[in-house]
C-alpha cells in the first residue's frame, strides 16, 4: 500500500509539475523593443505606427485597439502575448554627431535592461547605428523605412540572402510615379527642382531623381536642386528657383534649422512654402500631402510598419532565421492629392479624378499656422 501512495503521489506531482510547464509556456511572452529614427509627432511615425499597430492586432500580439493607442501614446504596452516597449531617437531635430552619440548609447542600455526577444528599427538612423551593434548578436532585428537599398548600412550581404540576424523593409521609392501623377494634374509643366533638406533621408532621394533624369526616365526637366539644412538658404533659393520652373519635388524639410542654430518645424517649413509658392508640387510620401503639398505616389509609411511586422511574426511565431529572410520592398500607397492644395492652384479636380486614389481635404501646415498665430 504504502508504494501504490507513493507511484500515486508521483504520478500526481508529475502531472503537476507539466501542466505547470504547460501554462509557463502558454503564458510566456514575447519582449518586443521597437526603436523609431524620430519622434511620436513627426507624420511618417505616426503613419508607421498605424501600420505596427494593425498588423499587431491581426496576428493576436495585441488584443485591442486600446492597446494599440496605449502603444501610440505611452511607448509600452503589455498584452496576452508580447510586452511591447517602444524608444525614440528624435534624430530629425537631434542630428549632430555628439547628440546621436548619446542617443546610441541610452538606447544599447535600454536594450542590455529589456533582454528583448525582437528588436524593430524603424528608418535609416535607428538601422545605422542601433543595427550596427546588434549585428551578429543573438538578437533578431527587422528594420524598416532604409531609403534605397538596405546594402549601405552592411546589416546585409545581398538582397536574395541577408546573412546574419538582420533582415527588414526599405523604400524603393515611386519618385517617377509621382512626377507622373504631377504631369497629369498640371501638364503645362515642363520643368522642375528639387527642394530638400541635407538628411541621410533626402539625399537618398536626390541621387535617385538625378539618376532617373540623367536617364531620361522623367515627364519633367530636372533643372535645379537644393539641399540644405539652412532655413534662410532654404528660403532664398525656394524663391528665386520659382521664377525659373514650373513645379517642385518637395523632399524631406525637416532637419533645417534658423540663423540662431535652432530647429524649425516641419510645418512652419511647410506653412512658409505654401503661402508663398504658387507653383505645383510632388513629394514622395504621404505625410507631404497630409502636410499641404499637392500631390505624391505614397511610398507608405502604414505599409512600411505593417510588413516589417509581418516578417517579425515569421521569427517570432514560425521560427525564421533573418539570415534567409530577403528584405522585402511593400506595394506602393495610394495615389494622393490634397484639395486644399489644388484649390489654391486653381486645379479641378473633379476632372482627375480617374488618376486619384485618395483626396486629402485639408493642409496641416496651414491649420499650424492658426495654431502658431493663436500662441
Known amino acids: 500500500m504504502r508504494y501504490r501512495r507513493f507511484w500515486v503521489v508521483l504520478v500526481v506531482m508529475s502531472i503537476g509539475l507539466a501542466g505547470a510547464s504547460i501554462a509557463s509556456g502558454a503564458t510566456a511572452k514575447a519582449r ?9 509627432d513627426y507624420l511618417w511615425s505616426q503613419a508607421t505606427q498605424r501600420g505596427l499597430g494593425a498588423a499587431m492586432l491581426k496576428y493576436g500580439y495585441l488584443e485591442n485597439i486600446h ?18 516597449r517602444k524608444e525614440w531617437m528624435d534624430t530629425k531635430r537631434r542630428y549632430s554627431s555628439l547628440e ?18 525582437l528588436v524593430l528599427l524603424g528608418d535609416d538612423n535607428a538601422a545605422h547605428y542601433i543595427g550596427s551593434l546588434l549585428l551578429d548578436t543573438a538578437t533578431p532585428v527587422v528594420f524598416w523605412g532604409i531609403n534605397g537599398l538596405p546594402l549601405k548600412y552592411g546589416l546585409v550581404d545581398s538582397l536574395d540572402r541577408p546573412g546574419h540576424n538582420v533582415t527588414g523593409v526599405w523604400q ?32 537618398a532621394k536626390v541621387k535617385q531623381l538625378q539618376a532617373l533624369a540623367r536617364k ?26 520659382a521664377r525659373q520652373v514650373d513645379a517642385f519635388f518637395v523632399l524631406n524639410h525637416d532637419t533645417l534649422k534658423d540663423a540662431d542654430g535652432q530647429h524649425v518645424e516641419m510645418l512652419t517649413v511647410g506653412r512658409w512654402y505654401l503661402e508663398h509658392i504658387r507653383k505645383p508640387e510632388t513629394s514622395h510620401e504621404g505625410q507631404f500631402v497630409e502636410e499641404g503639398m499637392l500631390c505624391t505616389a505614397n511610398d507608405s509609411g502604414y505599409n512600411q510598419g505593417y510588413t516589417a511586422f509581418e516578417m517579425a511574426v515569421e521569427i517570432l511565431d ?18 494622393m492629392v490634397n484639395r486644399e492644395r489644388a484649390k489654391m492652384l486653381g486645379i479641378d479636380l473633379e476632372t482627375k479624378m480617374d488618376h ?20
Open 356 to 375: 486619384i486614389e485618395e483626396v486629402v481635404d485639408a493642409a496641416l501646415a496651414l491649420r499650424h499656422r492658426v495654431h502658431a498665430d493663436k500662441h
Open 32 to 40: 518586443i523593443l521597437i526603436i523609431s529614427s524620430y519622434h511620436r
Open 172 to 203: 524603393s521609392g515611386y519618385l517617377r510615379e509621382s512626377l507622373d501623377l504631377l504631369h497629369h494634374l498640371a501638364p503645362e509643366a515642363k520643368t522642375f527642382a528639387v527642394l530638400a533638406c541635407d538628411s541621410v533621408t533626402a539625399r
Open 67 to 84: 492597446q494599440s493607442n496605449t502603444l501610440a501614446s505611452q511607448d509600452v504596452v503589455e498584452s496576452a502575448r508580447a510586452v511591447i
Open 216 to 241: 531620361g526616365k522623367l515627364p519633367l526637366e530636372l533643372v535645379d536642386v537644393v539641399v540644405t539644412n539652412s532655413w534662410p538658404t532654404f528660403q532664398q533659393r525656394t524663391l528665386a528657383l
Open 318 to 335: 514560425r521560427g525564421a532565421q533573418p539570415s534567409q529572410m530577403p528584405p522585402r520592398t511593400p506595394p506602393r500607397g495610394p495615389l
Open 100 to 117: 546621436i552619440a548619446q542617443v546610441t548609447t541610452r538606447i544599447m542600455q535600454v536594450v542590455e535592461t529589456f533582454q528583448p526577444d
